[in-house]
Structures are given as structure tokens and as C-alpha cells.
């Protein structure tokens, strides 16, 4: 199976502030990527597919980028909403497997 | 408006088996899989397998091939995924998701409410 990495694990940050996250695959997945934004008690909601694709009604202060091993998510104005746990996943082949996720809190 | 509920929340005991449901409506296109992917408490999220609707169609994570099994009923529109031989390991919120049907097309667009699934003795 693909393992998939992320740094950081925690993050801390002011809103207004961009934030990156980082996402690595074991082996090359080419765009075959996907970003999840978790609430606590919520399920995971859909932000990013095919590494840059954002999908419908998610704001466009959130990008992604990235091809073969490295991939990153970029918040470009933090909001209030946006404090979460983000979890990039690759789809690329079996086992579909999730990144560890990274925790975005307030500093 | 796509909606995927999931049946309600199970205490079973180590060794038993549990049938989680899900139900799923308003998709657009016919064209999609029902998936099933479990987080333990404070953990990340870990897929478990895969089934078209229409089709009957599966795959399934290496790791679960022995003791899960994935079923459907048409007639309600239901999937249903039963894990067996169950252990503490396996406490977790079970969610069901959808994804479009076709290679490079497992991302998960729309998710479940989550079942809770304790396993204790």
C-alpha cells in the first residue's frame, strides 16, 4: 500500500494568517489526490480532488498543488471556520489510504 | 440533495459480528459506489471497501478481506457492511461515503452520519 505523510502534524495560527500543509505519498500517485476538512463529532467534507480541483461551494481562499510524491494544501486567509483537522488521501490505487492528518488550531 | 444515512450506533462483544446500513439518495449521476471508511477515536480515517450499487461490483481492502463483507439490497436502495470476528481494535465510527464509479475516481464526495460500533466485553 501507498503510505501517505503530512506535516505538520499540529499547526497554530491567528486568522488572516496563510497556512500550508504538506502531504507526501511512498511512491508517485500523479495528481490522484484528494484534501478533506474534519469538524469534531462531523463526518469529513470533500475540499480538493485531482490535487487542485476545488470542488462546489468550498471558498477559494483554499488551493491545493502538486504532482507525483509532494502535494500541499494552502489556506490563503485563515478564517474562523477553518479551524479543523485536514487529511489529504490518495486515490491512485489500493488501499486508498489517508494521510495522519494535521490539526489546525488557534494560536 | 445527496443524503447517505446509516443505521444506529452497536455494542457487541469481542468475537461477534456487526451489519451497519446505509442509505443512499439524490445522487445526480447513477454512476457512483457506495464506500465504507472507519476512524477510532482520535484517530485518522482508514477505507475499508467498496461496492457499486447497480452493478454489485466490489473490491476491498487487503487487511479486512477475511471478515468483512459487503451486501446490498436493491429493492430499498440499502448497503450493508458486516464485520466479523470483532475485537477491541475495531471500535470505531464506521462512515459510509459515496464516490463517483470508474478508476482514479476514489475520492470520497459525500459521507454518512457515522455509526458508532463499540466492541467490549
Known amino acids: 500500500d501507498i503510505q501517505m505523510t503530512q506535516s505538520p502534524s499540529t499547526l497554530s495560527a491567528s486568522v488572516g494568517d496563510r497556512v500550508t500543509i504538506t502531504c507526501r505519498a511512498s511512491?508517485?500517485?500523479?495528481?490522484?489526490l484528494a484534501w478533506y476538512q474534519q469538524k469534531p463529532g462531523k463526518a469529513p467534507n470533500l475540499l480538493i480532488s485531482?490535487?487542485?480541483t476545488l470542488e462546489s461551494g468550498v471558498p477559494l481562499r483554499f488551493s491545493g498543488s502538486g504532482s507525483g510524491t509532494e502535494f500541499t494544501l494552502t489556506i490563503s486567509s485563515l478564517q474562523p471556520d477553518d479551524f479543523a483537522i485536514y487529511y489529504c488521501?490518495?486515490?491512485?490505487?489500493?488501499?486508498?489510504?489517508f494521510g495522519p492528518g494535521t490539526k489546525v488550531d488557534i494560536k | 440533495q445527496v443524503q447517505l444515512v446509516q443505521s444506529g450506533a452497536e455494542a457487541k462483544k469481542p468475537g461477534a459480528s456487526v451489519k451497519v446500513s446505509c442509505r443512499a439518495s439524490?445522487?445526480?449521476?447513477?454512476?457512483?459506489?457506495i464506500n465504507w471508511v472507519r476512524q477510532a477515536t482520535g484517530q485518522g480515517l482508514e477505507w475499508m471497501v467498496w461496492?457499486?450499487?447497480?452493478?454489485?461490483?466490489?473490491g476491498y481492502a487487503q487487511k479486512f478481506q477475511d471478515r468483512l463483507s459487503i451486501t446490498r439490497d436493491i429493492s430499498i436502495g440499502t448497503v450493508y457492511m458486516e464485520l466479523s470476528s470483532l475485537r477491541s481494535e475495531d471500535t470505531a465510527v464506521y462512515y459510509c461515503?459515496?464516490?463517483?464509479?470508474?478508476?482514479?475516481?476514489?475520492?470520497?464526495?459525500?459521507w454518512g452520519q457515522g455509526t458508532l460500533v463499540t466492541v467490549s466485553s
Open positions: 461515503a459515496t464516490s463517483p464509479s470508474g478508476r482514479h475516481l476514489r475520492y470520497f464526495d459525500y
Open positions: 439524490g445522487y445526480r449521476s447513477k454512476s457512483y459506489d
Open positions: 461496492m457499486n450499487p447497480d452493478s454489485g461490483n466490489t
Open positions: 511512491q508517485s500517485i500523479s495528481t490522484w
Open positions: 485531482k490535487a487542485s
Open positions: 488521501q490518495q486515490y491512485d490505487s489500493y488501499s486508498f489510504t
